[in-house]
């Protein structure tokens, strides 16, 4: 067309920009295009399983045109889960050990794309608790908001199995001073045990024990949530828009209807965290056991 130049090149040992013609020649080059984003499959850590008890986790991608259509490739799951075509991964594990396997994942453009991922799961022969839903060398990536009002900050989680919350955890910035006191509520505000944090660090992960450890029941909602009297907390925003944090049997579900997360409630003093903004995760969390000891 008027005023752009084609049949392009320039000579040279290594890539420079081609702005030279001859003869308007064709070099038969070409882009590769498409409306829509590549299809890839969401990095992530699958998390392990326990022989005998419940497991489900849904695989995600992104780009390409939905429905996506999920397949095994190679490898094996641990005997006793499949993988449905929606990219659940779901069952009951009977033998411990670890799998390794390849999933794809095709579009419904046309022509169709694919993706390929390894992945793993470990299947454990009994839980390893006492558990948290974060790892101690968990560091969050926001770990100091600023000065803020007194506020109580809290995540929403389920167990995989009955069993009990022996204390509440937190992490902690520098500034995040103040008497700080962790509550574990039911889903609909009832508070079911509190404590103070005594002997904390500086900074780095915190946590308190009750005075009696409180029984929870399996696939039921809990908010653990601490109360921070300086602002200064931790606070990764639209972590949970669409994530879920999964270290079984602890899960803490996505924001959203039913099961609201990255909670928070304004006051002098704690109270029951029903608020949500940008689906945060204010790196809370309980600790959880088996047993009562």
């Known amino acids: 067309s008027s005023g752009a130049s084609n049949g392009a090149f320039a000579y040279g040992s290594t890539s420079v920009f081609p702005a030279s013609t ?30 005998s008890s419940p497991y489900s986790q849904n695989l995600s991608a992104s780009g390409g045109a939905t429905p996506y259509m999920w397949s095994l490739q190679s490898g094996s799951l641990p005997p006793g889960l ?18 390794n396997f390849t999933v794809q994942v095709t579009d419904s453009s046309q022509p169709a794309q694919s993706a390929n991922a390894s992945e793993s799961i ?26 803020d009002s007194p506020v109580e900050l809290g995540v929403s989680f389920r167990s995989d199995v009955n069993g009990y ?18 509550n574990l509520w039911s889903s609909t505000g009832t508070l079911l045990a509190s404590a103070t944090f005594t002997n904390e660090t500086a900074s780095g992960w915190q946590q308190v024990n009750f005075a009696n450890p409180v029984a929870i029941t399996a696939n039921t909602l809990y908010v653990a949530s601490y109360f921070s009297p300086a602002g200064h907390y931790s ?3 639209s972590f949970f828009a669409t994530l879920a944090a999964d270290n079984a049997p602890l899960h803490a579900p996505t924001d959203g209807p039913g099961s609201p997360n990255g909670v928070f409630a304004y006051g002098n003093a704690s109270a029951f965290p029903s608020n949500t903004h940008q689906s945060a995760n204010y790196w809370v969390g309980a600790v959880f056991n088996t047993t009562p000891q």
């Open 82 to 99: 499949t993988l449905s075509s929606s990219g659940l991964i779901s069952g009951t594990p009977t033998q411990a050990g670890t799998f």
């Open 122 to 147: 470990t299947v454990n022969a009994s839980w390893n608790c006492p558990c948290t839903l974060w790892p101690g060398t968990a560091v969050p990536a926001n770990p100091d908001i600023g000065p």
């Open 165 to 182: 919350i022996m204390g509440i955890r937190f992490y902690k910035s520098a500034a995040n001073t103040g008497t700080h006191v962790g």
């Open 235 to 237: 606070a990764d925003w």
């Open 22 to 51: 001859f003869q308007s020649a064709n070099y038969w080059v070409d882009v590769v295009f498409n409306t829509t984003m590549p299809l890839a499959i969401a990095s992530t850590t699958l998390p392990n399983a326990v022989v």
